[in-house]
């Protein structure tokens, strides 16, 4: 889904390195006043290449509202301080799978005694579907609100960030059963794993 990662303008690597090499630099630094003008170059730069588009559950993010479209840490940054600014560690999300993902791990065989130098490059390192690296249609089939697991990566993305959050809440919907043409791709997905 994300074929260009952000570049940072030299200002915001300017500020980026300047809060790296602050005494009290951490996970929550992030959110400092400061890094407010390099949140927004990277914020700005994934609304328009993922086109306001969720990276995992595919539904909208804001246009304008910062909440509303949260940067994501797809590998947390409390958990791997060095990828807090990567630009393939970053992406937009929508606020509840923001919320809901919070900080569960993203990688297969997390490294907990000393820190990954190098940003995996391999989507087989992660147990989430991963934005830049992985097509989501591989890994998750989506029917409106419903979606399926077709990979075990698929399976961890819907449970970690809760994307089936729609019927855990209501329940089955006489629109989804009404839906005709949506039925009958249950019904093929079904018969063939194809959607």
Same mark, same amino acid.
């Given at each position: 889904?994300?074929n260009n990662?952000?570049?940072?303008s030299?200002?915001a690597?300017?500020? +980026?390195?300047?809060?790296k090499?602050?005494?009290? $630099?951490s =996970?929550?630094?992030?959110?400092?006043?400061?890094?407010?003008?390099?949140?927004r170059?990277?914020?700005?730069? *994934?609304?328009?290449?993922?086109?306001?588009?969720?990276?995992y559950?595919?539904?909208p993010v804001?246009?304008?509202?910062?909440a509303?479209?949260?940067?994501?840490?797809?590998?947390?940054?409390?958990?791997?301080?060095?990828?807090?600014?990567?630009?393939k560690?970053?992406? +937009? +999300?929508?606020?509840?799978?923001n919320?809901?993902?919070s900080n569960?791990?993203?990688?297969?065989?997390?490294?907990?005694?000393?820190?990954?130098?190098? *940003?995996p490059?391999?989507?087989q390192?992660?147990?989430?579907v =991963?934005?830049?690296?992985?097509?989501y249609?591989? =890994?998750? /089939?989506?029917?409106?609100?419903l979606?399926?697991d077709?990979?075990?990566?698929? /399976?961890?993305?819907? *449970?970690?960030c809760?994307?089936?959050?729609?019927?855990?809440?209501?329940?089955?919907?006489?629109?989804?059963?009404?839906?005709?043409?949506? +039925?009958?791709q249950?019904?093929r $997905?079904h018969?063939?794993?194809?959607?």
């Amino acid at each position: 889904m994300i074929n260009n990662p952000v570049v940072l303008s030299d200002a915001a690597l300017d500020l +980026v390195e300047a809060k790296k090499r602050s005494a009290d $630099f951490s =996970h929550s630094s992030w959110g400092d006043e400061d890094l407010k003008p390099v949140r927004r170059e990277i914020r700005e730069h *994934y609304r328009n290449v993922q086109r306001l588009v969720c990276a995992y559950c595919q539904g909208p993010v804001c246009t304008r509202s910062a909440a509303g479209s949260p940067i994501e840490h797809i590998v947390p940054k409390s958990q791997h301080l060095a990828f807090m600014f990567e630009p393939k560690n970053l992406c +937009v +999300v929508c606020a509840d799978c923001n919320e809901y993902k919070s900080n569960n791990e993203a990688l297969v065989d997390p490294i907990l005694r000393a820190p990954r130098v190098n *940003y995996p490059e391999n989507p087989q390192l992660f147990r989430i579907v =991963h934005p830049h690296l992985d097509t989501y249609d591989e =890994h998750i /089939g989506r029917f409106e609100r419903l979606y399926v697991d077709l990979t075990e990566k698929g /399976g961890y993305t819907i *449970y970690a960030c809760n994307l089936n959050r729609f019927y855990r809440r209501f329940g089955r919907c006489d629109e989804l059963v009404n839906d005709v043409a949506l +039925v009958q791709q249950a019904e093929r $997905f079904h018969q063939t794993g194809l959607i």
